[in-house]
């Protein structure tokens, strides 16, 4: 069973950078595509972008100024930054996998979501 | 960039109803539009892929239309469990979901 889970600062300062790292556990990270989303309290998912294990990235166009992606296939693992944060960007933050494929194109496992909050 | 716009935001139904929520998209999405769950403090779980498809391990009650800029997923004989937040997703251009159904009842 693949599971997924993030880890970060649960705190960020004003116009800092937001560093998380999603960890892949049960299963390889290489040959599938690798997304981050996020979510606001009381509010919707909100795309932020995705990355494939070969380092290829596709960005959500209102973030794309801020986002930086990585792939680390030695540790089963990637990673998000998000620079320039403001309270806006306060959200639980989740990662999942995305199958693009064939038989179709959707995230299937998801991280239990950590909570990163922006606040001096 | 592709819009998805659902409706209701929210709806108050009683166990056994029929539950009809709609996704429309800002372009032409053909089959590309998945439908998930979102219970409070989870995170979402796929219930239905292109459209129509039910991933597996969904109960036959979730079933999902629709094809260009309009789509339906619907709940037949709405069960306590069901209560949730629902979204749907288009995978046409990047990634964009619709700003969510809460289901209550």
């Known amino acids: 069973q693949v599971q997924l889970q993030e880890s970060g600062p649960g705190l960020v300062k004003p116009s800092e950078t937001l560093s998380l790292t999603c960890t892949v556990s049960?299963?390889?990270?290489?040959?599938?595509?690798w997304s981050w989303i996020r979510q606001p309290a009381g509010k919707g998912l909100e795309w932020i972008g995705r990355?494939?294990?070969?380092?290829?990235?596709n960005y959500n166009p209102s973030l794309k100024s801020r986002v930086t992606m990585s792939v680390d296939t030695s540790k089963n693992q990637f990673s998000l930054k998000l620079s320039s944060v403001t309270a806006a960007d306060t959200a639980v933050y989740y990662c999942?996998?995305?199958?693009?494929?064939?038989?179709?194109?959707?995230?299937?496992?998801w991280g239990q979501g950590t909570l990163v909050t922006v606040s001096s | 960039d592709i819009q998805m716009t659902q409706s209701p935001s929210s709806l108050s139904a009683s166990v056994g109803d029929r539950v009809t929520i709609t996704c429309r998209a800002s372009?032409?999405?053909?089959?590309?539009l998945n439908w998930y769950q979102q219970k409070p403090g989870k995170a979402p779980k796929l219930l239905i892929y292109?459209?129509?498809n039910l991933e597996r391990g969904v109960p036959s009650r979730f079933s999902g239309g629709g094809s260009g800029t309009e789509f339906t997923f619907t709940i037949n004989s709405l069960q306590p469990e069901d209560i949730a937040t629902y979204y749907c997703?288009?995978?046409?251009?990047?990634?964009?979901f619709g700003q969510g159904t809460k289901l209550e009842i």
């Open positions: 999942a996998r995305e199958i693009v494929g064939a038989t179709g194109d959707y995230f299937d496992y």
């Open positions: 049960g299963g390889s990270i290489s040959s599938y595509y």
């Open positions: 990355i494939y294990t070969s380092g290829s990235t």
């Open positions: 372009h032409d999405i053909s089959k590309f």
């Open positions: 292109d459209a129509s």
């Open positions: 997703q288009q995978h046409d251009d990047l990634r964009t």
